[in-house]
């Protein structure tokens, strides 16, 4: 890092805090969340990152004490209303992990998501007080943009035909191991099934199959298309935005490579058109408001005045639906499935309202949704979402009531922003090319961030990120520099932000770092921070001492838990976790049960090792050369994952299915009845599923209480007929399955209610 100066004048408008190198780094942090699964924060895979934002933030505030006459670090209203967002999310984690009132792992993951989201904004917002130093990151996240299209883009015409005959060939391959009875080749396929994220069998894997084979839409580096559609919207708009400046400047200055005019019009293209294969009609619709907002009552002005410009930027949304429909990529689907996915959103709507009506002070927590969703989901819904695909209802359920008024009363806050701030382009320590070279370099080491785990880890490492640093470093040093003077990109950031949230009303986001990290940058560039001074009288004040110092003490701490409480816990109970895998699909559950066992003791908040390690014991404890103690075993397991994940319907199915395994073995009428009770429980909270509905009446009629197996069964059948009408081929049962229901009704099929 270079070394920090003291300014040789003081003044409001440059100081040593906006040093490129601080800057460069937090960009570093930023790309590399875009580069990472959006998805996996619940698991605290990217808990490394949220190290490196308090890390950052700890040795700058060291920095300034020992190098620097330090300025006061002031806080205004708008750093109040993303606190006032952030913080009931955390303050809900704290209290489900005092309480052990749900995944604690979860909750401890997300909460200390949410820390760096305050920090990074808190930081970003000092970091980039002029419009060159915000233009000079927004190129990298345009860079950024256009590299994530281009592999969308590949991914819709090239990948996903070349995912399915890779599994069409480890299928047939597998099919022919277990034909031949190979069982060494038939665990190396299965290990290599897993290892790239698709399930073995049961509904997950049918589901997966069906999302492979019907689906084409792009999802870059996320989970899912709508989150790819919610990143690009607002940098097109942004983009868009751009377009008139950087016309005009092209023609005042003819000697300009035409290459970098026609670079930029074909990363707006690639950009629009990844954005159409999405298929993300919520990011659509965002990106139309935003571009009312941003246009205004100014629009037809601008038409007559230039219709040149305006058949310009109409060819672009022009040739990019042409090119999607040309290709396949969108289809009247788009439009004619609305509708349904309208009604889709209804239902889960409706389910997070039950969930908001039993929790409505603290809320579930943040990364335990789910758990209590599905207690409330409707009984004709499939999906069994992650969030509830609105930010207003996802604020409330995770954080209650705090949550709600704290989302309030931040955008009563952040609405009437605006400042008189000074904006000078030309002032500060980023100028010109600097500004490129150090926050391009800032974007190559996100690039090298999100290649950094499979490298040091021994994982497998992304082949796709290294082509795409090739477009990312080519667009980013020809692109023209993007200008905006001071009220008109206010006004495009304001749209942009507006783009993201009208996404947010109807799509999943608000718990995603990589998406509400783009929120807060828009929001940056629409309220920028004011000014900073720094008299020479205020050099020596100990108030701005205290402060730094306490920034740097609390950020330091906060790292040192981070490591501590998650980093490593995490760290060692994946690694076992996988090593526990690879030792099943080699046949040694006996290896496997002892490093699921390390595993639960590296991380006591997390339930995933010691539920995995019940369902060991029980499918172990059937076969007739199992110990006898395998069913206590099973069973003591089973309740220490109630007691880290109480919530969950798979915790109390798995401890019944422990009991029973045990009652079969010994006839115990205790075992009898917390069989039957934790079954119970099982359905009632997920009440919606018929196969839990199942095994109930499989295990009423098996212990003698006929009335109510035949109660179960009846309501078995009753939902996969619903299910199967509204065509949710996942959740169907066998055939099998269904013919011993209806043998448990003892009537014809036909008359089944």
Known sequence: MPEMSRPAVASSEAHPDQSPAWLAIAISLLVARWLLPAESTVTGSTLWLVGGWLLLASTWALARLRAWSIAPLTLDRFDLAIALLVLPQIVSALLLIVASDGNARAAANMGCEWIALLVSFVLLRRWLPHRIHFQAVLRVAWSVAVGISILGIWQHHVGYKQSIADFDRLETQLATAIRDDNTTEARRLQSELMAAGIPLDGPARQLWERRLRDSREPYGFFALANTLGGFLAPLLLVGLAQCPTTWQSWRCHPGQPRARLALF????????????????????????????????????????????????????????VAAALGTGGIDREVLTEAPKSLAYRFEYWQGTLGVISTRPLIGTGPGNFRQHYLAHKLEGSSEEIADPHNFVLEATATGGLLGLMGLVTCVALLLPGRHGHKDDPTTGPLTGNQSTGWLLLGGVGGFLLALAPGWLLGGTVDTRLPAILASFFVVGTVLPRMELDGRFQRRVFLAATIVMLTHLLAAGGFGRPAIMQLVLLMTIGWLPAPGVSLPPDQSTDTAPVNAARLTAIGCGLLFVLVCVCGLLPVFKQSTAQQFATNALLSGRPAQAARLLKEAQLADPLDPTPVRRLTSLRIDR????????????????????????DPHNWSTAHDLARGYRLRWQQNRDGADRREAIKWGTTAVERYPSNPRLHAWLARTLDEIGQDPSARDQARETLRLHRLLEQRGHVDKLLSDELLEEMETLLAVPEATIP
């Open 265 to 320: 019009l074909v990363g707006l293209i690639l950009v629009a058109y990844c954005l159409l294969l999405t298929k993300s009609r919520t990011a659509w619709i965002g990106f139309t408001i935003g571009g009312m907002v941003l246009v205004g009552n100014n629009l037809w002005i601008w038409l007559r005045q230039h219709p040149g410009r305006a058949a310009l930027a109409a060819a672009l949304p022009v040739l990019s």
């Open 621 to 644: 404890g059937r076969l007739d050369s199992a110990p006898a103690d395998y069913s206590d075993q099973a069973i003591r397991a089973g309740l220490d994952t109630v007691q880290r």
